[in-house]
């Protein structure tokens, strides 16, 4: 990764005006193209502005795109080496352009050989990426989220190919269903949900209440209250889940800008999402989605 000099950092006046957001440390977006920049680069500019980060560009080669993650590394070794250059912008010309959107501290990398393993690195230092949807065909997309949001556990925010939002985000919607990892998703939304306007939680959680009485208990409606955000409840059936679309549909008719969810929640990961639920919110969603495990 190349090491870019720092533009000097706006003074603590400049800071307040500028946002009241929580801090994002280091955002990572994965870009498709500098010619225009593409829909991540933009989204991580935006972010890292509202948030005082520092933001990563990591540009992902289209002769990377067709294979699964644990695939590149065994394949890329048969390809002659001229095949495997990246027409990519510079990481001065990188700079510039988050420079120009409001953004003091820039990295830049590439995904090369061992995706895996470079996605694991930038992960071990960053606090939310940036994916596009349509990076990747769905299935190479797939895996390529199981690997930063299972291994890594590192929240992402996903854009749709029709998504056209950007922060801040004045109307967030939480998917809830009482999971570990919808827990994990509100935290993880957390830099965004006292700025908002509005935040609606889509409540599938049972209301019988399953959980082992033994264990502490996580209430979204206490945890947001705390942190000074009011919740607005919508009770949904968890049933619906299985359907996909209609959570999407439901978080758009409430006018959202970001959906939060939880993601991958089953052990049968691909079986369950590749032809499912995934599938199916990829395809009609057009608002960010901030996924987490």
């Known amino acids: ?3 870019l000099p720092e533009v000097p950092l706006a003074h603590d006046d400049e800071k307040s005006q500028t946002h009241n957001a929580m801090s994002i440390p280091n955002i990572v977006a994965f870009l498709t ?3 225009p920049w593409s829909p991540a680069a933009v989204m991580g500019a935006s972010l890292a502005s509202c948030h005082g980060s520092v933001l990563t560009g990591c540009f992902v080669d289209p002769i990377l795109r067709g294979f699964g993650v644990s695939d590149v590394e065994s394949t890329i070794p048969a390809l002659v080496r001229d095949d495997v250059l990246f ?3 510079s990481a001065t010309d990188f700079m510039v352009f988050a420079n120009q959107n ?3 501290g820039t990295n830049w990398a590439a ?6 393993g470079a996605i694991s690195q930038l992960a071990a230092w960053h606090d939310l990426a940036v994916v596009e949807s349509d990076m990747m065909e769905v299935r190479e997309l797939l895996t390529f989220l199981t690997h930063l949001l299972w291994a890594c ?3 992402c925010v996903l854009l749709s190919k029709r998504c056209a939002d950007l922060p801040p985000f004045e109307r967030i919607v939480i998917g809830w269903n009482g999971s570990p990892q919808a827990t994990r998703a509100i935290h993880a939304a957390m830099p965004f949900l006292p700025g908002a306007k509005e935040v609606w939680i889509l409540d599938g ?3 019988d209440g399953d959980d082992n009485p033994d264990m502490p208990r996580f209430d979204p409606y206490r945890f947001l209250a705390q942190h000074g955000v009011e919740a607005r409840r919508r009770r949904f059936d968890r049933e619906v889940e299985i359907v996909g679309g209609a959570l999407i549909w439901e978080a758009q008719r409430l006018r959202a800008d970001l959906f939060v969810l939880g993601a991958f929640s089953h052990s049968r990961l691909r079986e369950r999402v590749a032809g499912g639920v995934f599938r199916c919110m990829l395809e009609n969603a057009k608002i960010p989605l901030l996924l987490q495990h």
Do not use: F, N, W
């Open 205 to 207: 959680a049972d209301e």
């Open 111 to 116: 995904l090369q050989v061992d995706v895996e």
């Open 153 to 155: 556990r590192l929240p």
């Open 1 to 3: 990764m190349a090491e």
């Open 33 to 35: 193209s500098s010619t």
């Open 102 to 104: 409001g953004v003091a």
């Open 87 to 89: 027409d990519m912008s």
